[in-house]
């Protein structure tokens, strides 16, 4: 479906020029005052302008940290006066959106669980109607592209222009290396929909633990990400909430010196030789169209001959057979298997589905 959506680029929030990635980093929640500007002076000191934490904290289950609520809103006040970064935090209803406007919160971010839930954001959206302030969505919990473009167009309906998408990876019910899976291909299709929403990746919830942030964060800018949202802390086991997957402002600087900045076109290259292969890759690409049509015709033929013959559609040990030869000649080829059974079981479905056709005709 086509999006209405009509956004400013990040360079046009006129916020801070630091150059790409942005990085917003603080703790994932504010929990006392010492701890809360503790970590942000010690993240001025590392050249970090934008400062994050949470202050109420929509938590899965009962009985956990709930987040300190407005208290902290009066700490944040004061990391602005000692450090002069711009600050983040979470809004999850009316209230929470007025208390940060009041306290002179820059930006505003909304949780997975709110983007999840049309009649929470369509409030937000109202109670900032008129306003100027920036807003970062993260991805819904599930995943689910157009709750996600629908609570951004909420906001830009109620004229806000300075919205950006924080991809934070989705809920599984099944085990995974991952706290909550990447799922790149959602993200990458936001964009392609959305082509100015600035995109920001936070691989803190993404991974749920600290081993993993340093690949996350490569594979957010290989993608062309704008910027990483990474939660920090001065002693991160000691952490209220999220505990496992904070770093201290230390480790925050040597992450981002160990990444590697790539861009899409970098300045002074020459791109004959990218033309070059595009062109080669666009060739290829049209073959692989007409092999697909002339299977595709194939298909078409042993639809009717098996409804002139009264046979199943299915037949399981070809199938098997199909694959499984596909899959060995790949690999004979050093083509990753997964690839080939994705592509086999996509192609192999079409032909189910135009052979049903073939056989509902009258
Ligand atoms: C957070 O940023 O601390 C947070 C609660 O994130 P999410 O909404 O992605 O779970
Ligand atoms: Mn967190």
Redo the contacts with the bound molecule.
Sequence with gaps: METNIKLKNFSEWNLINDSRPVIISGP??AETEEQTLETAVNLKQKGIHIF?A?IW??RTRPNSFEGVGSVGLEWLKLVKKETGMLLAT?VANVKHVYESLKAGIDIL?I???TTANPFAIQEIAEALKGMHIPVLV?NPVNPDIELWIGAIERMNKAGLTKIGA?H?GFSTYEKSIYRNIPQWQIPIELKTRIPRVPLFC?PS?ISGNRDLLINISQKALDLNFDGL?I?THPNPDKAW??PKQQITPDSLKKLINSLIIRREIPEGISLDTIEDIRYKIDQCDDELIEILEKRMNLVQSIGLYKKQNKMTILQSGRWETVLNKSIEKGEKKNLNKKFISNIFKSIHQESINKQTKIMNEL
């Design positions: 994932c929640s994050r949470g904290k929509p979470e971010w949780g997975a669980r993260k924080i934070r936070d919830h949202m939660e909430s999220d």
